[in-house]
């Protein structure tokens, strides 16, 4: 009986590995809303539109409005730019469809605990899910393109590689002003403008940075007083509407090229 048990048991591994497919490219379309990359979704059947938010600590946050009673369960802390601590609840969620494409799995879910979301959003897709997997993103062409780990890089990304830091939840570049000033800028899908501490204004008024010894165009910014420690400011839509990011969250890696147009 073992024996037939074991055999049994090779046979139907044996079968499951045939019919396995390999993990393959996962490309989505996404639109500009108010400066902001924006998914069709179907969560448990039900539609949504979420942001593609890489300055979002969860993997996926709804609205608080979204999950019925009794679909919260512990609550998190998260604490916003500003320095405002947020209570989110985590939600029960069992699948996600974005566009044509069900996930295998769906992402831990909590909702979304920010005072001004944007309208356009029921919530978002965050570091907690763009960190699982090599993507790349294409304001111009409307497309986040997640990566599997066996596929190469895309040509289009390059050959010039940056090294980016985490603080916190969050994907930072140390860059240079053209005055020499040291800047440490968060990267934010989730930013409709590049922002900057008001003391730095100054510095970044013409939009060019340096790093890695290349100057980068990130476009113009706007004056906010963050309260987040070793934060200068965000890249957001003024910059990812210049290049096509490409990044390795394993590495702590990416590649920039300039868009057209």
């Known amino acids: ?34 400066g902001l990359p924006v ?5 448990d059947g039900r539609e949504a539109r979420l942001l593609i938010d890489s300055g979002g600590a969860a ?7 979204w999950a019925p009673a009794g679909d919260a369960a ?10 405002q601590l947020r209570r989110n609840d985590r939600l029960v969620v069992r699948e996600v469809v974005l566009g044509p494409h069900a996930l295998p799995q769906a992402p831990a879910a909590q909702t979304w605990g920010k005072a001004k979301r944007p309208a356009a959003a029921d919530g978002y897709l965050g570091w907690g899910w763009l960190r699982e ?42 860059l240079r002003a053209a005055d020499g000033q040291a800047l440490v800028l968060g990267l934010d899908t989730g930013a409709s ?23 980068l165009q990130a476009g113009a910014f706007v004056s906010v007083p963050l309260q987040v ?9 003024d ?18 090229q300039p868009l057209a147009g």
């Open 1 to 34: 009986m073992t024996t037939l048990k074991t055999w049994l048991g090779a046979g139907l591994l044996a079968a499951h590995a045939a019919h396995a497919q390999p993990e393959a490219d996962l490309t989505l379309a996404f639109t500009l809303e108010a």
């Open 39 to 43: 998914l069709q979704a179907r969560i």
């Open 59 to 65: 993997a996926l946050a709804l609205r608080a409005d």
């Open 74 to 83: 512990s609550a998190v802390m998260s604490q916003d730019a500003q320095g």
């Open 133 to 174: 997997r090599r993507w790349v993103i294409d304001y111009a062409a409307g497309q986040l393109q997640r990566l599997a780990p066996a596929s190469p890089w895309p040509a289009a990304c390059g050959s010039a590689v940056l090294p980016f830091e985490m603080l916190g939840s969050l994907a930072v570049l140390r």
């Open 193 to 215: 403008r590049n922002v900057i501490q008001p003391r730095l204004a100054q510095a970044v008024a013409d939009g060019a940075l340096t790093a890695e010894g290349r100057v």
């Open 229 to 237: 420690p070793g934060l200068d400011g965000f890249l957001g839509q």
């Open 239 to 256: 910059f990812f509407s210049r290049y096509r990011v490409c990044m390795d969250p394993a590495r702590r890696q990416l590649w920039l």
